[in-house]
């Protein structure tokens, strides 16, 4: 989820309580995971959907409508520390519609867009030296991520751009689970919408995501 300083989209305080949770997160899913052996090539392909604390999630005010997110993913390793991904999201009401003079409702469907990014698996050796969880798509990570979102709205459906760095961990629960959590800092693009000030920005993009998403992996 990208927060632009210009305009948050979801209150900092939630997403910082949840990030200080991961520690302890991180380190029951450490000793629940088996440490897989030593990979010498990439490790496939892996395909998740999933929610969370993520892009999508939101509340509108206007139309007192709850937006759950949804997002289908997919990461491939090119090597076994390094793997690329791209992500579809959108936003779902599962609140309140209103309803308009015209018999119309307020629209399902909020924020949606796409990102990609490339991440790089580090202390992969280390962690399993250590008999933590480590193998294909577990572990911690430093990426580098893009993000394009869009609303459903006929007069202001671009909505912002984001390039961030992150720190982040991936961690498989179970057979199918996984979990994917990480926060970074960078740039973002608004465009200039409203009868006062229609001029684009760009400003500080801080980032922050967890997600808890059904996957699976398809090897080569």
Same mark, same amino acid.
């Given at each position: 989820?990208?927060?632009?300083?210009?305009?948050?989209?979801?209150?900092?305080?939630?997403?910082l309580? +949840?990030?200080?949770?991961?520690?302890?997160t991180?380190?029951? #899913?450490?000793?629940?995971?088996a @440490?897989?052996?030593?990979?010498?090539?990439?490790?496939?392909?892996?395909?998740?959907?999933? &929610?969370?604390?993520?892009?999508? +999630? =939101?509340?509108?005010?206007?139309?007192?409508?709850?937006?759950?997110?949804?997002?289908?993913?997919?990461? !491939?390793?090119?090597?076994?520390?390094?793997?690329?991904?791209?992500?579809?999201?959108?936003?779902?009401?599962?609140? %309140?519609?209103?309803?308009?003079?015209?018999?119309? %409702?307020?629209s399902f469907?909020?924020?949606?867009?796409?990102d990609?990014?490339?991440?790089?698996?580090? *202390?992969?050796?280390?962690? %399993?030296?250590?008999?933590?969880?480590?193998?294909?798509? @577990?572990? *911690?990570? #430093?990426? #580098? !991520?893009? &993000?394009?979102?869009?609303?459903?709205?006929?007069?202001?459906?671009?909505?912002?751009?984001?390039?961030?760095a992150?720190?982040?961990?991936?961690?498989?629960? =179970?057979?199918?689970?996984?979990?994917d959590?990480y926060?970074? #800092?960078?740039?973002?693009?608004?465009?200039?919408?409203?009868?006062?000030? *229609?001029?684009?920005?760009?400003?500080?993009?801080?980032? /922050?995501? /967890?997600?808890?998403?059904?996957?699976?992996? +398809?090897?080569?």
């Open positions: 989820m990208s927060f632009f300083l210009i305009g948050p989209r979801i209150g900092w305080t939630a997403g309580c +949840l990030l200080a949770a991961l520690p302890a991180a380190q029951t #899913l450490d000793s629940a995971t @440490v897989a052996p030593a990979p010498t090539e990439g490790s496939g392909t892996l395909i998740k959907l999933g &929610t969370g604390f993520t892009r999508g +999630l =939101g509340y509108n005010s206007y139309y007192r409508g709850l937006f759950a997110p949804l997002v289908l993913g997919v990461e !491939h390793h090119l090597t076994p520390k390094v793997s690329v991904f791209a992500n579809g999201f959108s936003g779902f009401n599962i609140g %309140r519609r209103m309803r308009f003079v015209d018999g119309s %409702r307020s469907i909020g924020e949606y867009g796409f990609a990014g490339v991440r790089f698996y580090y *202390n992969q050796e280390k962690r %399993r030296q250590q008999g933590r969880a480590t193998g294909p798509f @577990v572990g *911690n990570y #430093l990426g #580098l !991520h893009t &993000t394009s979102a869009f609303s459903g709205s006929a007069n202001q459906p671009y909505q912002y751009s984001t390039l961030t992150v720190w982040g961990m991936q961690r498989r629960i =179970g057979k199918y689970g996984w979990f959590a926060a970074g #800092l960078g740039i973002g693009y608004e465009p200039g919408y409203g009868y006062f000030n *229609n001029q684009s920005r760009f400003g500080l993009a801080p980032e /922050i995501g /967890i997600k808890f998403s059904l996957g699976s992996r +398809l090897k080569r």
